[in-house]
């Protein structure tokens, strides 16, 4: 799991300036839910980024959105996204 939020970070990382990331894994509190799944994750971004702080906060999440496309179709059931300043 360790390993792959780093691969996660160095994924965003890669295509957005990032001043700092957190990733934050709350599948724990979802295990009750209809569709949980043990094989994918609810995680929580908290993301300092002058650039993303620069642009609309859709916008922003449209971006990490993109990045971690293939990550939301088999890796990530939920997915909570903090901009931070």
Do not use: C
């Not at 792959?4 to 994924?11: A, G, S, T």
Request: hydrophobic share 35%.
């Amino acid at each position: 799991m360790k390993n792959y939020f780093n691969q996660l970070e160095k994924k965003l990382s890669k295509e957005i300036k990032l001043e700092n990331i957190e990733i934050i894994d709350n599948s724990h509190k979802h295990k009750g839910h209809k569709f949980y799944s043990e094989e994918k994750f609810h995680l929580h971004l908290k993301v300092k980024s002058i650039y993303l702080n620069s642009i609309s906060r859709i916008n922003a999440q449209k971006i990490i959105m993109r990045v971690l496309k293939e990550d939301l179709k088999s890796k990530i059931h939920a997915l909570e996204i903090s901009i931070e300043q």
